[in-house]
């Protein structure tokens, strides 16, 4: 080999490592923990209807990120905990308001930054013509990030009213 061709190949060679050096793969993204996100989703609804259901208005709306936005029934929408507070504060003037929830699910980003609750709810107040227990049956949803510090917080929810279930056959 001759003392040019044993330069260039000397030199081709520390080029190629160079720019193998400069293109490392950055490390892998740690795999996001699905069933974690869940079950803290879960855990936080369980509460959130728990606090509720105790008309503790406080702590139903502690649940709220900042900036949270409520979506219900056509109504002007909700946006921060302050406002959400006020509303809940009325719907717990009622003494029968209550909320159960049914067939949940959680949905995790790929990210694991967010998540989406999804239930189906029958919530129990007092009808105001007639004064007796009236169940409202509709869709829940709601929307969480993950906030500095890894505490779970609603970002946004939606109720959606839907007709009664039929009456079971018997």
Same mark, same amino acid.
């Not at 259901?53 to 139903?60: L, M, Q, R, V, Y």
């Given at each position: 080999?001759? *003392? !040019?061709? @044993? ?13 193998? $050096? ?23 609804? *369980?509460? @959130? ?14 649940? #709220? ?16 905990? #302050?406002?959400? @507070? ?6 717990? $003037?009622?003494? @029968? ?7 949940? !699910? ?11 609750? *999804? $239930? ?5 107040? !007092?009808?105001?013509? !007639? ?29 959606? #009213? ?5 009456? $079971?056959?018997?």
């Amino acid at each position: 080999m001759t *003392r !040019t061709r @044993l330069v260039f190949v000397a030199g081709a060679a520390i080029a190629a490592a160079t720019v193998a $050096a400069c293109s490392k793969t950055p490390p892998a993204e740690p795999e996001v923990d699905t069933a974690k996100v869940v079950a803290a989703v879960k855990a936080d609804v *369980r509460q @959130l209807v728990a606090d509720f259901n105790a008309h503790d208005a406080p702590k139903a709306v502690s649940h #709220d990120a900042p900036g949270m936005v409520g979506m219900f029934h056509g109504a002007p929408n909700v946006v921060g905990p #302050d406002a959400d @507070l006020a509303q809940t504060k009325q719907q717990m $003037a009622d003494p @029968l308001a209550k909320v159960e929830v049914s067939n949940e !699910t959680v949905d995790v980003a790929d990210s694991g930054d967010l998540a989406v609750y *999804r $239930a189906t709810y029958a919530f129990t107040t !007092t009808d105001p013509h !007639t004064k007796k227990p009236a169940v409202e049956h509709g869709n829940w949803l709601i929307g969480y990030s993950q906030q500095p510090g890894g505490a779970w917080k609603i970002i946004w929810n939606v109720v959606s #009213d839907t007709p009664a279930p039929a009456p $079971a056959k018997g």
